[in-house]
């Protein structure tokens, strides 16, 4: 049975282990908070009331996608599409396309940010594989104005950087969940996090400049990992009632 990702995919390598996919979510908690549409996200309230069990309920869905056979990967697209214009009938009018394109290109950018991070530079061709995989989700969704290739992509992601962002109270309320939802310590290592995987207009929107690079937290992490010490350094980062979904990251799926 064809997979919807190859099983020696790059993306395969990104979304099958905690470490990546605890970063993706930190650099995306930070410009989700940022973006024009978050609104849409404050509609059912699922966000703002848990934002923790929000982000482990995307990534339940990344990873059907991308460890599922096509037929299967396809359906939980399709899946996710329904549920969005469920709420969209509900609050009387549609999710901007720009919006959905945003999240989209979020994943491609913090998969890419978040390996380089922890592992090593990806090569251009690795990248273009990893824009291939999110760009079949977006087509299955039915979204238009894709981007058609890597170079498209880039020039869209400066675009939208630029032009649909910015401060507000969402921006304000998000953070002040986080900090509640995690903890102060937590809190801290979250907004460190941020600061090395964020592009620079995220981190001056959101004043994350004042927290500078002084901490090395990637090179810290990564030595702790060499150590022996991945295991517990994981279930340190979020709340002890996420033990085992967080373990459970590091398993891959089969197809």
Not at 12 to 37: C, M, P, Q, V, Y
Not at 98 to 107: I, N, Q, S, T
Not at 108 to 130: C, G, H, M, N, V
Request: charged share 25%; proline share 4%.
């Amino acid at each position: 049975m064809k997979s919807f990702v190859h099983p020696d995919s790059i993306v395969r390598r990104i979304w099958g282990r905690a470490d990546t996919i605890l970063f993706i979510f930190a650099g995306a908690a930070a410009e989700f908070s940022l973006n024009k549409a978050v609104d849409w996200l404050y509609y059912t309230g699922r966000l703002p009331a848990d934002p923790i069990g929000r982000l482990f309920s995307t990534v339940v869905y990344a990873r059907r996608i991308v460890f599922s056979s096509e037929a299967d990967a396809i359906k939980a697209i399709r899946e996710i599409a329904s549920i969005h214009k469920a709420v969209e009938t509900r609050r009387g009018y549609a999710i901007p396309d720009e919006a959905y394109l945003d999240v989209l290109f979020m994943l491609i950018d913090y998969s890419i940010r978040s390996f380089e991070l922890l592992e090593r530079r990806l090569t251009l061709a690795e990248k273009e594989e990893i824009f291939d995989v999110f760009y079949h989700v977006g087509f299955y969704m039915g979204l238009s104005g894709l981007p058609i290739n890597w170079i498209h992509y880039e020039r869209m992601r400066a675009r939208y950087l630029q032009r649909n962002l910015e401060y507000g109270e969402y921006t304000r309320h998000l953070y002040g969940r986080y900090r509640k939802s995690l903890g102060s310590a937590r809190f801290f290592l979250l907004v460190h996090a941020q600061v090395w995987l964020v592009p620079v207009s995220v981190r001056g929107l959101l004043t994350l400049a004042r927290w500078h690079k002084w901490v090395p937290l990637p090179a810290l992490y990564k030595g702790l990992c060499r150590l022996g010490l991945g295991r517990p350094l994981k279930l340190l980062l979020l709340p002890s009632e996420y033990a085992d979904r967080i373990l459970a990251l590091d398993r891959l799926p089969s197809a």
